[in-house]
Every structure is written in structure tokens, then in C-alpha cells.
């Protein structure tokens, strides 16, 4: 709309990275799956920038996509989280490990 | 200024998110109940900047931005203040200033009492956006967030299961309703290709036809939203059960506010409905039987807020009776003092249930007058106005419904019969509640009478305002001199001319003193049931014990939904989790995992097991990529 396109891919870089550096940092489950929505909305909003300063309606298209993707993984990354809880009493990443031999 | 009416109450939801939550429940109390009276005086103001416009011309639009700019689809984020919405702005905001400032005494204590504060912002922020919207679009946002905020309040005390599953049984019937309405919507987007009232709304007749089918369906399917979040025949199951929420919740939101949502919307749209006489018929026919069936449950419920509960729903009945015949004007003076009395009458249910320490059984209460002198004056003035006793504000308004109800062209002999018929058992549940409550021996244990102390001051100021206007709010709206109908004049420009504008004060003044009557006779048969002969109402429930068992029970309805419905769901549902789900997609999905295992099974040596570093790995894998991008072009 009206600010440069600059703007909101600094905005959509922060996001990105904010969500980064929670993916790294934080141990909660929870807050790392957070963290990964943050990082798919940084991503939504490059895109739609994008799509707006071009003028196309690619960009939204895709937005779309990662919506519904994000809503899948959303419903399945928390009935994840939840059994883990149940079954360990956490949901500490790190001590999520049953894979390893 | 509208943004300023908007504004108040979304800077107090902010403030207290980001210091109220910490600073504790004074601060929270203060800064949502002031917000709220700001939002107030701006909506005054807005009224006062309408009355200085010639009445033709009384509407004030605010554009914010475009919202939904689509192809040829364009929805603005813009609001309209015209005298319709004028009124609810006020009711809501005036209402709920009051309400605010009695939670702040009756939420005293309450650990989460911040956070009621911030949904009770939240929640007028919603209703105003709601009655402000400019288009279908920016009502149907407020629609659903009164809805979320309605879930939130309904479900406060989490920790009680009952309360949660109410909040969930609210949204879910509500979803009902939001989706009859969301099909509407729709449709209008299809005939007219916009939804701004502005333009839909002059159009209707050109662009649908009266008469048509496509009227009728978009009206019944706007209608079907109306049921569900007005709490109306089949949809209004959720409403006696959102009484779990704190009860100035129950007043604001369940009772004063949301739930008239409803009626504001079919007002709005009367241009829409005038086009089917069909669709009319509907609105006015459920609404006589919502109240019908509503007020004869009334009659035996022990619990004094569902008594209220029902109550609503009832009077909801008469304001869509009023819709359905075409007196829109009657339905909205309806709304304004059924705002006043019934916020009244929820606000002392909550200062009685305050001062016996959550008791809400009123077979053991009873002689509560001489321990609550305010509680009991106050919430006898909202029994008479309910009841409509000449001349409290229920009065004039229930009056206009009926006399609307018996010669509006729609309106007809048996519609009135039934207005007159809820008028009877309004006054007679509505003095049973007062004479149990309030009067004869206490049936409390002799320790907690001692202690029975009136509510603290933020709490009975409310209570004598509500009052103040239970009794003179209704004077807007006096029919009988000409011009003295002060409300049906400024709504007049809004709604199209009922019947054909002359009245016949003889034949008013008749039904005045006929309904008249009958709310005294309600009155003294709940006098004579309660009061000189406290056995007659269980003789005569023993007399018909099969109706007296269809009333306790409410007709059943909720179990005949659980049976009709709930259940073939869940059954449904769990044939397909055990086949469909299990047999299949497990399976496959179980089939994948499998074979994954087997592979991965060689080189999990290799794995470290913490997800953090696979993180940071593939961070610099994607790094790596990036870096080889930017080199490579």
C-alpha cells in the first residue's frame, strides 16, 4: 500500500529471524512451535509484499498455501506436544530424545 | 468521534494487558470502567452532533481504510453512526460503564479479576464495532468477537467444569446460527456484489424483488443468525446455561447487550425483510413462541439467575414478535429498557448471591428485604418495569409491542393473544422470584443471617441508576400525545413508516388498560401463590404432575438435541474413527512409519537426539545455500 516494499521485508526479515533465534533458544516445546509460526508468518508477509509490489496475485495465492499448511501443522505439531506431555510430564525439546540408540 | 467511541474502549483492553494483569484488580477495575465512561461521553457526543443535523440527514460515516480490496469487491473498515446505532452506542456504552463499576466490588478478590476486566473491555470494543459497522462485513467481525467474548466471560472460572462446558455449548450453538448468517452474507455478495449498507440496503427492492425466494431464503438465513446469538426458538439452549458466568457478565452480555445483537441486526436490515411478508412471518411467529415457551419455564425454575435466563430469552421473544410485524421501532424501545431493567434485575440477583456467599437456590432464601433494603427496592422497581406496571419503562415499551402486535397489517389477533399471555406469566415469574426471595421467612441458617450485610457502594450505585432508569427510561417513548414520542421520532428516519401512522388513542388507551390488568393479575396470583398461601403452587404441581415435569424439565429440549443430534454426531464420528480413521489412514500413515523405521533404523547411530541441533543444522545448511546464491549471482 503506501510504505516502500523495503519496509516490509525488514519487518518480515525480524519476524523471520525472531522466530529463528526461538527455534534455537527456547527449550518449551510449545514456545519453539510458536516460534516456527512466527518464522512461516515472516515468510507470508514477503510474500505478500512481494505480491504487492509486483501486482500480482501469486503472491497471496501462496500465502494461502502456507495458511493452510501452517493450520495442518498446527493441529498436528500441538496433539504431538500434548502426548508428550502425557507421557513424559514435559515438553522440553531436549529431553525429547527417544530416537536416539 | 466514532473512532473515539471505538477507541476507549480498545486502549483499555491494551492497558490493562500490559500493566493491569500485574498492577492487580484495582487498577484493572479503574481503567476498564473508565474507558468504558469515556467511550460513554463520546457516544454522547455523537448523539448530540445527530440531533444538531436536520432529521433526514442524521448520519455520520467514518472511513478508515480499505480493508478487502478484491477485483471488483472492495470492503471498507468504516462505521456509520445514524440514530439506530446512536442508541445502542448508548445503551451499551451507558449500561456498560455501570455494569464495569459494580464488577469492581462484585470481582473483589477474584485472582483472575484483571483479566475479567480485560474480556469485559474486549467485549464492548466487539459490540460496538458490531452496531457501528458500516457493512455486513464489520458487523459480522463484531458479531463474532461478542461471540469469542462471550465464550471467554461465560467460561472465567475455568476450574469449574460446568462453566467450561457452557462456554463451549455457547459457541457451539452459536456456530449454528454464524453459519446461517455467513450463507447470507454470501448470498448478498452474490446479488449485489458489495456489502456496504449503503448499498445493499437501498437496492434490496430493485435487486431482489419482493416476493422472490431469493429474498425470503437471504432473509431467513439472516433471520437464522438472529436465533442463535438472540437466543431464540431452535437456537436459544446456550443462553440459561451461560449463567455460569459471573453474573455482571450475565447482565452486560447474556441479558443487556449481545444478545439483542439479534434484533439490531433484523432492524438494520428491515429494508431486506420488507421484501418477503414470509420471512416476516417467521420472525414474528417464533418470537411469540420463544417467549411463550421461555416464560412458562420461567414459572418453575428454583435458580434465581436461570429465572432471569429464560426471562431474557422471553423478552427477546416479544422485541422479535415487535421486528416481525414490522414495528421496529417498538422492538429497539423494547431493547433500550429491557437493557435498563434486566442489567437492574441481574445486578441484584448478583448483589443477593454477593451477600449469601454464591447462593443462587431461591428455596432457600426468603425474607432478604430487611438484610438488603437497596438490593430489594432497586430489584422490585425492575419487577414492575419488566412487568410492564404503568409507568415504568417496561410499560410503554411492552405496550408498544402489543399494540403493534394487534393492528400492524403483519400483526393479527392471535399474535397479540400470545404477547398478552407472556405479559401474564412475565409479571406472575417475576413476583414469585421477588415474593421468594425477598419476602416471607428466611430460610437461612440462623449464623448467616446475622452476617447478611448489604453490597459495598460501587455495587449499589449501579443498582439505584438502573433503577432511576427502569422507571423514567421509558418516557422517550410515550405514544399517546402527538410528538411527545420522542424515540419513535428520531428512530424514524431509519425505519420505514408502520402501518399507515394514524393511531386510534381510544383503541391504545383500551389496550393499555387491558395489559395493564393483566400484569396486576400476574402479580397477585404470584402474591397469592407465594405470599397468603405458600402451598398452592406445589398443590397445583401435584394436581399436573406430567406438566408440571414437562416445565422443570424445559420441555426436554436439551435432551431431545442430545438425542436428535449430539448423539448421531458423536456415533458418526466414532464409526468413522474406528474404521475410516484406524483401518485406514493409521493404517497407511502406521504402513509409512514402518517402512521409515526400518530404513532409518541403520543410521539413527549416527544421531545426536536433541532437536536443537538439528535446528542449528539446518540453519546453516539453509546459510549455506543462501552464501552459494549470493556468490554464485
Not at chain 2, 317 to 322: D, E, I, N, P, Q
Amino acid at each position: 500500500m503506501l510504505a516502500p516494499l523495503e519496509h516490509y521485508l525488514i519487518l518480515s526479515a525480524v519476524l523471520f529471524t525472531l522466530g529463528v533465534v526461538g527455534v534455537v533458544v527456547r527449550r518449551n516445546a510449545i514456545v519453539v512451535f510458536l516460534c516456527i509460526e512466527l518464522m512461516l508468518n515472516g515468510a507470508n508477509l514477503a510474500f505478500i509484499a512481494h505480491g504487492s509490489a509486483l501486482d500480482s496475485l501469486d503472491g497471496q495465492l501462496v500465502v494461502f498455501f502456507v495458511m493452510a499448511v501452517a493450520a495442518a501443522e498446527a493441529a498436528i505439531g500441538l496433539a504431538i506436544v500434548v502426548l508428550i506431555y502425557r507421557n513424559r510430564e514435559s515438553t522440553d525439546v531436549d529431553e525429547m530424545n527417544l530416537l536416539k540408540l | 468521534m466514532l473512532t473515539l467511541i471505538l477507541l476507549f474502549p480498545l486502549a483499555g483492553v491494551l492497558v490493562n494487558l500490559l500493566f493491569g494483569l500485574r498492577r492487580g484488580e484495582k487498577f484493572a477495575g479503574r481503567v476498564a470502567t473508565g474507558a468504558i465512561a469515556l467511550s460513554f461521553l463520546a457516544g454522547a457526543w455523537g448523539f448530540l452532533s445527530l440531533l444538531s443535523l436536520p432529521p433526514g440527514q442524521r448520519a455520520l460515516r467514518s472511513f478508515l481504510f480499505e480493508w478487502i480490496p478484491v477485483g471488483s469487491l472492495s470492503v471498507k473498515a468504516s462505521f456509520l453512526l445514524d440514530p439506530l446505532s446512536s442508541v445502542m452506542v448508548l445503551v451499551i456504552t451507558g449500561v456498560g460503564a455501570l455494569i464495569h463499576l459494580y464488577s469492581i466490588g462484585y470481582m473483589h478478590g477474584d485472582r483472575g479479576a484483571a483479566r475479567y476486566f480485560i474480556y469485559l473491555n474486549l467485549f464492548v470494543f466487539s459490540m460496538l464495532t458490531l452496531v457501528l459497522g458500516d457493512n455486513f462485513l464489520v458487523l459480522f467481525v463484531g458479531w463474532e468477537a461478542v461471540g469469542l467474548c462471550s465464550y471467554l466471560l461465560i467460561g472465567f472460572w475455568y476450574e469449574r467444569d460446568s462453566a467450561v462446558e457452557a462456554g463451549k455449548k455457547a459457541f457451539i450453538v452459536n456456530r449454528v446460527g454464524d453459519f446461517c448468517f455467513l450463507i447470507a452474507l454470501f448470498m448478498i455478495l452474490f446479488h449485489f456484489g458489495s456489502l456496504d449498507f449503503g448499498v445493499v440496503l437501498p437496492q434490496a427492492a430493485s435487486v431482489l424483488g419482493a416476493g422472490t425466494a431469493a429474498a425470503t431464503l437471504v432473509c431467513l438465513l439472516l433471520f437464522g443468525g438472529a436465533t442463535g446469538k438472540s437466543a431464540q426458538i431452535p437456537l436459544y439452549v446456550w443462553l440459561p446455561d451461560a449463567m455460569e458466568g459471573p453474573t455482571p457478565v450475565s447482565a452486560l452480555i447474556h441479558a443487556a447487550t449481545m444478545v439483542t445483537a439479534g434484533v439490531y441486526m433484523v432492524a438494520r436490515t428491515n429494508a431486506l425483510f420488507a421484501l418477503s411478508p414470509l420471512a416476516m412471518g417467521v420472525v414474528a411467529t417464533i418470537g411469540a413462541l420463544t417467549l411463550l415457551m421461555a416464560g412458562t419455564i420461567a414459572l418453575v425454575q428454583n435458580d434465581i439467575k436461570r429465572v432471569l435466563a429464560y426471562s431474557t430469552v422471553s423478552q427477546l421473544g416479544y422485541m422479535f414478535l415487535a421486528a416481525g410485524v414490522g414495528a421496529y421501532t417498538a422492538a429497539i424501545f423494547h431493547l433500550m429498557t429491557h437493557a435498563f431493567f434486566k442489567a437492574l434485575l441481574f445486578l441484584g440477583a448478583g448483589s443477593v448471591i454477593h451477600a449469601l456467599h454464591g447462593e443462587q437456590d431461591i428455596r432457600r432464601m426468603g425474607g432478604l428485604r430487611a438484610g438488603l433494603p437497596v438490593t430489594h427496592w432497586t430489584f422490585t422497581v425492575g419487577g414492575l418495569a419488566i412487568a410492564g406496571i404503568f409507568p415504568f419503562a417496561g410499560f410503554f415499551s411492552k405496550d408498544a409491542i402489543l399494540f403493534a402486535a394487534m393492528t400492524s397489517p403483519r400483526g393479527g389477533l392471535l399474535l397479540w393473544l400470545a404477547g398478552a399471555a407472556g405479559a401474564l406469566l412475565t409479571a406472575f415469574y417475576m413476583f414469585r422470584l421477588i415474593f421468594k426471595v425477598f419476602h416471607g421467612r428466611c430460610a437461612l441458617p440462623i449464623e448467616q443471617q446475622a452476617r447478611l450485610h448489604e453490597s459495598p457502594p460501587p455495587m449499589r450505585v449501579p443498582l439505584q441508576v438502573l433503577a432511576l432508569l427502569s422507571i423514567a427510561g421509558g418516557w422517550v417513548g410515550i405514544p399517546l400525545i402527538h410528538g411527545a414520542d420522542v424515540f419513535g421520532a428520531f428512530l424514524a428516519p431509519v425505519f420505514p413508516k408502520a402501518g399507515d401512522g394514524h393511531q386510534e388513542a381510544v383503541l391504545e388507551v383500551a389496550m393499555m388498560a387491558v395489559s395493564l390488568a393483566i400484569a396486576f393479575f400476574g402479580i397477585f396470583l404470584a402474591y397469592r401463590f407465594y405470599v397468603q398461601a405458600q402451598g398452592v403452587g406445589a398443590s397445583y404441581a401435584r394436581r399436573w404432575p406430567g406438566l408440571y415435569r414437562l416445565l422443570v424439565n424445559k420441555y426436554w429440549v436439551d435432551e431431545i438435541y442430545d438425542a436428535w443430534i449430539v448423539q448421531p454426531i458423536k456415533r458418526g464420528s466414532i464409526w468413522a474413527w474406528r474404521n475410516f480413521e484406524e483401518g485406514f489412514i493409521d493404517a497407511a500413515v502406521n504402513g509409512a512409519g514402518a517402512a521409515v523405521q526400518a530404513a532409518g533404523g541403520a543410521v539413527r547411530r549416527l544421531q545426536t537426539g536433541y532437536v536443537k541441533s538439528y535446528a542449528v543444522a539446518m540453519l546453516a545448511g539453509a546459510f549455506a545455500i543462501l552464501i552459494y546464491l549470493t556468490v554464485r549471482g
